[in-house]
């Protein structure tokens, strides 16, 4: 029988109070060499150039002063890789999460803006609460967490569509394109795409947020994906939306498809866009 390693629920309370704190005042550096990289190599407008400066110096500021780099600190999302072989003790996962949640806003001072529910009452919850959890059952005794606070400018204007069988790539470019263009200046751009293709409509939501935290620069392994997320990349910053929306050749800084087995019947994409304050923290318990 396999062992099984004991994991104290405090430790995660632990690890996403920590991880919150290093996100909501941190991009990667991945996003911030992109940025960089498009400010001094890529866009062609003045106008362009000095936003993105600014979006650097904003950056500067909130990491050296540990301030937020933005005003929405996001709704908390967090990717929770539970080892099989783990035995949580001492509280549940939903509760220890959380928990975290909850100090790391409270402590950070960081805007609390989850409502109780989204018809009626609308009532700050206060505390930032609850998280939205994606859990995966992995092999092995570690526990991966992976935090996100996501702001909504970019998730007001994301967009799920289900494509006939009969469609394929240049649907989903045309969707995508569509989407971003649609989208204008409401999600701060420059932007980072994620692209769920497959699955069910759930299951493509969940893989184009994922996709839109990967690196910067990676690639789909698939090669036949790999170039369409160029070609995307490249028909949405001809659209010239610019940095802020306010006329430029980055749009976008890049773009990034998952692909699942899909139904006979019809094929999910979710079109799934994250500003440029692309915060997100990792660690692996
Ligand atoms: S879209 Fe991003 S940068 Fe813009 S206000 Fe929301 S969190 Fe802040």
């Not at 930032?128 to 400018?153: E, Q, Y």
Request: charged fraction near 20%; aromatic fraction near 4%; glycine fraction near 10%.
């Amino acid at each position: 029988m396999a062992k099984v390693r004991e994991v104290e629920a405090s430790l995660v309370t632990e690890a996403v109070r920590g991880l919150f704190f290093k996100a909501n005042v941190s991009i990667g550096q991945d996003v911030y060499n992109a940025l960089v990289h498009a400010r001094d190599r890529l866009e062609e407008s003045p106008l362009g150039r000095s936003v993105l400066d600014q979006v650097l110096r904003n950056h500067d500021l909130a990491r050296d002063g540990h301030v937020p780099l933005c005003q929405d600190t996001g709704m908390a999302l967090v990717f929770i890789d539970l080892g099989q072989e783990v035995l949580l003790v001492g509280g549940g996962l939903a509760e220890a999460v959380d928990s975290g949640v909850e100090e790391a806003y409270r402590e950070g001072f960081f805007r609390k803006s989850i409502v109780t529910d989204p018809l009626f009452d609308r009532r700050n919850t206060g505390t930032n609460t609850p998280a939205v959890l994606h859990t995966r059952i992995i092999p092995g005794d570690r526990v991966g967490l992976l935090v996100a606070p996501r702001g909504f400018g970019g998730e007001n204007v994301s967009a799920l569509r289900v494509l006939s069988p009969g469609q394929g790539p240049r649907e989903v470019l045309e969707f995508v394109r569509d989407t971003v263009e649609a989208a204008g200046p409401e999600p701060c751009p420059p932007t980072l795409v994620g692209v769920g293709i497959g699955g069910t409509v759930e299951a493509a939501a969940i893989m184009a947020k994922r996709a839109t935290l990967y690196p910067v620069g990676r690639r789909n392994p698939d090669r036949r994906y790999a170039e369409l997320e160029l070609r995307t990349l490249e028909v949405v910053n001809a659209l010239g939306i610019g940095p802020a929306g306010l006329g430029g050749t980055v749009t976008c800084l890049d773009v990034h498809m998952d692909f699942a087995p899909a139904h006979v019947a019809g094929t999910p994409v979710v079109v799934n866009i994250c500003c440029h304050a692309a915060r997100h923290a990792a660690v692996t318990i």
